[in-house]
T-cell receptor
Framework: DAGVIQSPRHEVTEMGQEVTLRCKPI?????LFWYRQTMMRGLELLIY????????DSGMPEDRFSAKMPNASFSTLKIQPSEPRDSAVYFC????????????FGSGTQLSVL | KQEVTQIPAALSVPEGENLVLNCSFT??????LQWFRQDPGKGLTSLLL?????REQTSGRLNASLDKSSGRSTLYIAASQPGDSATYLC???????????FGQGTTLQVKP
């Protein structure tokens, strides 16, 4: 298996633009997570899907952030409009055991909002 | 609110040394604890997962222990190698938040 695949690896955009991050989880995994990592706040859970259904989105910072999982093999995280404080590394992870299963992380998307 | 602390924040050791990384958590009502490794510019790789009913897990030169009552876990690395240089994060599952909460990590440098 290729592991969790994220795209793009790097994204540079200007404030106010829409940003879409993509994730393909490991085949057979029923849970998908979006995390954000910054130096100041460390690793934070943004949203968690189980069987394609959002279970916990309490970590989504604002209405500017939205996430979808239309099927078991694809998820998107969208920021509209983007702001400089959204600059961070965004990770997608998947697991077979829900939130407490062994997590497998993608390589992340480095987002810079100018 | 569950808080996870890792001390020290950074550690530098000569090759071959045995070392211990520490993780402490404030809410002992956990489901499990995981140790991850993160290389620069990369995602996290799960190293060991300890269920709340377990005391330790071993994988090769790595051994992780869990003491729920005292809110502590340690990651023991035997005979360290330069390839072990990375940031090590612990994450606690369960507690009041029901979420996986990560520590800030310990950045390890093993010098040849």
């Amino acid at each position: 298996d290729a592991g969790v695949i994220q795209s793009p690896r790097h994204e540079v955009t200007e404030m106010g633009q829409e940003v879409t991050l993509r994730c393909k989880p490991i085949s057979g995994h029923n849970s998908l997570f979006w995390y954000r990592q910054t130096m100041m706040r460390g690793l934070e859970l943004l949203i968690y899907f189980n069987n394609n259904v959002p279970i916990d989105d309490s970590g989504m910072p604002e209405d500017r952030f939205s996430a979808k999982m239309p099927n078991a093999s694809f998820s998107t995280l969208k920021i509209q409009p983007s702001e400089p404080r959204d600059s961070a590394v965004y990770f997608c992870a998947s697991s077979q055991g829900g939130e407490y299963g062994k997590l497998f992380f993608g390589s992340g998307t480095q987002l810079s909002v100018l | 609110k569950q808080e996870v602390t890792q001390i020290p924040a950074a550690l530098s050791v000569p090759e071959g040394e045995n070392l211990v990384l520490n993780c402490s958590f404030t809410d002992s009502a956990i489901y499990n604890l995981q140790w991850f490794r993160q290389d620069p510019g990369k995602g996290l790789t799960s190293l060991l997962l300890i269920q709340s009913s377990q005391r330790e897990q071993t994988s090769g030169r790595l051994n992780a222990s869990l003491d729920k009552s005292s809110g502590r876990s340690t990651l023991y690395i035997a005979a360290s190698q330069p390839g072990d240089s990375a940031t090590y994060l612990c994450a606690v599952g369960g507690g009041n938040t029901g979420k996986l909460i990560f520590g800030q990590g310990t950045t390890l440098q093993v010098k040849p």
